[in-house]
């Protein structure tokens, strides 16, 4: 079985950073965007997807260095967790859980901010961040 996800969007936000007994979490909202061409009109439409992404420990650490606009790259898998809101109704959210974030761009190759990882886009091998399960 495979649960794997690799996204190259932009941040939306600065990265919400906070600690745990089990170290550092981040949590990110990347967009991506795909385009087509309406076949009625011929017009170029584009369509953004906002993605939550969550980083633990060293990967979170590494996320807290970058900013809203950067353009990224998040490798990691899909995970959902169940929690209950204030009217005690369950909930659900399914989100990416990043093993490797990189800032790119153009503007300054030399300084990326990586994770543990595999340094080919097209390497399917990736590292635990923190080698931890973290409970919800």
């Given at each position: 079985m495979i649960n794997?996800?690799?996204?190259?969007?932009n941040l939306g936000t600065d990265p919400e950073m906070r600690e745990s007994s089990y170290g550092s979490i981040a949590n990110l909202s990347i967009a991506t965007s795909e385009g087509y061409k309406?076949?009625?009109?011929?017009?170029?439409?584009n369509k953004t997807?906002?993605?939550r992404v969550v980083a633990f420990g060293f990967t979170a650490d590494s996320a807290e260095?970058?900013?809203k606009g950067d353009q990224v790259?998040?490798?990691?898998?899909l995970q959902t967790r169940k929690w209950t809101d204030n009217d005690?109704?369950?909930?659900?959210?399914?989100?990416?859980?990043?093993?490797?974030i990189r800032k790119?761009?153009?503007?300054?190759?030399n300084r990326t901010t990586e994770t543990r990882g595999s340094d080919n886009f097209n390497d399917h091998s990736f590292n635990n961040s923190t080698g931890e399960d973290v409970p919800f």
């Open positions: 794997e996800v690799r996204l190259i969007g309406d076949k009625k009109t011929g017009e170029w439409i997807e906002w993605h260095k970058l900013s790259y998040v490798a990691g898998s005690g109704n369950d909930r659900y959210t399914t989100e990416v859980k990043a093993r490797t790119l761009g153009r503007a300054n190759r």
